[in-house]
C-alpha cells in the first residue's frame, strides 16, 4: 500500500468516528459548530497534553536555545512549507505570488543553506502562505462543521479533509530515514508551539470561554486567508441566491 493510500485511510478512519461521536448536539448549538459535545472534549485532552508536555517542551526551548537557532530553525521550516504555498498559489491561479513563492524556494534553498538563513525576505520576496484547504475554499468548497482533531487542534471538515494529501507531499513526513524523520517532525512541533507560548499565555489569562473563543477565532482566521484579508458578508455567503465569491487571483 502506497503512502498516500495509507495516509487516506488513517484520516478517514478518524473522520468517521470523530463524526459518528459527534452527533448529539443541544437545542442552543451553534450551526457552525454542530459538533461542540464532542470537540469540547477533545480539546480538553489537546489542553492536557499541552499543559504537561508541549508548553513545558516548547518553554524550555525558547529559553535555553540560542535565538540565532531558533531563528534557523523556524527559517528551515518556513522555506520547506513555501514549497507547497507555490504549489497552491498556482492552483489559486495568483501568477505573482507563485513566482515569488517559487523565487522564495530557489533563493533560500541556494543562497540561504537549505533555508536556515532567509535571504528571500530583504531582497523583496514576499512569503504567500497558502494550503489545499485555501485552495479548496478559494474555488468554493464550503468550510463545513468546525472540527478539533486530537493533537492537530482547531480545524474544519474542508481542512481536515486535504491532511492525507499535506502528508503526503510534506518533505519531513517522507524522509527516508525514520530516526532524522521523528526528530524533524519532534523539531518543527516544538517550534511551532514556541511561537505560539505569548498567544496561549494571554488566551489562558483572560476570563472568557477559551473553548469558543478559540473557535471563533480560527473560523475568522481561515475565512481571512482564503479571501485574502477581504472576506465577504456573512449573509452573502449564507445566501443560496447570491453570486459566488471568489478571492481575487493576483
Not at 459538533?35 to 517542551?57: A, G, H, Q, Y
Not at 481571512?224 to 447570491?242: F, R, T
Request: glycine content about 8%; hydrophobic content about 35%.
Amino acid at each position: 500500500m502506497s503512502r498516500v493510500a495509507k495516509h487516506w485511510g488513517v484520516c478517514a478512519a478518524l473522520m468517521a468516528l470523530l463524526l459518528s461521536a459527534g452527533c448529539a448536539t443541544g437545542p442552543n448549538a451553534n450551526p457552525k459548530d454542530p459538533l461542540e459535545p464532542m470537540n469540547r472534549s477533545i480539546s480538553t485532552f489537546n489542553d492536557t497534553l499541552d499543559d504537561n508536555l508541549l508548553k513545558p517542551v516548547a518553554t524550555g526551548y525558547r529559553d535555553y536555545t540560542p535565538d540565532l537557532v531558533q531563528t534557523g530553525v523556524s527559517n528551515f521550516f518556513r522555506n520547506l512549507s513555501d514549497v507547497l504555498s507555490t504549489v497552491n498559489n498556482g492552483l489559486q491561479l495568483k501568477g505573482r505570488d507563485t513566482a515569488e513563492s517559487f523565487m522564495r524556494v530557489v533563493v533560500n534553498t541556494i543562497f540561504g543553506i537549505y533555508g536556515i538563513f532567509d535571504v528571500a525576505t530583504p531582497i523583496g520576496l514576499e512569503r504567500h502562505p497558502e494550503d489545499f484547504g485555501q485552495t479548496l475554499g478559494y474555488w468554493g468548497v464550503p468550510e463545513g462543521p468546525y472540527l478539533v482533531l486530537p493533537i492537530f487542534g482547531p480545524s474544519t471538515v474542508r481542512d481536515s479533509s486535504v491532511l492525507p494529501l499535506e502528508f503526503a507531499l510534506d518533505p519531513v513526513s517522507n524522509h527516508d530515514d525514520i530516526a532524522e524523520r521523528n526528530v524533524a517532525i519532534a523539531t518543527r512541533i516544538v517550534d511551532k508551539r514556541a511561537t505560539l507560548l505569548k498567544t496561549t499565555s494571554l488566551l489562558s489569562g483572560a476570563a472568557i470561554d477559551k473553548y469558543s473563543f478559540t473557535r471563533d477565532g480560527y473560523l475568522q482566521f481561515r475565512r481571512n486567508q482564503v479571501y485574502d484579508g477581504n472576506p465577504p458578508d456573512e449573509d452573502q455567503l449564507e445566501d443560496p441566491s447570491a453570486e459566488p465569491v471568489a478571492p481575487s487571483a493576483k
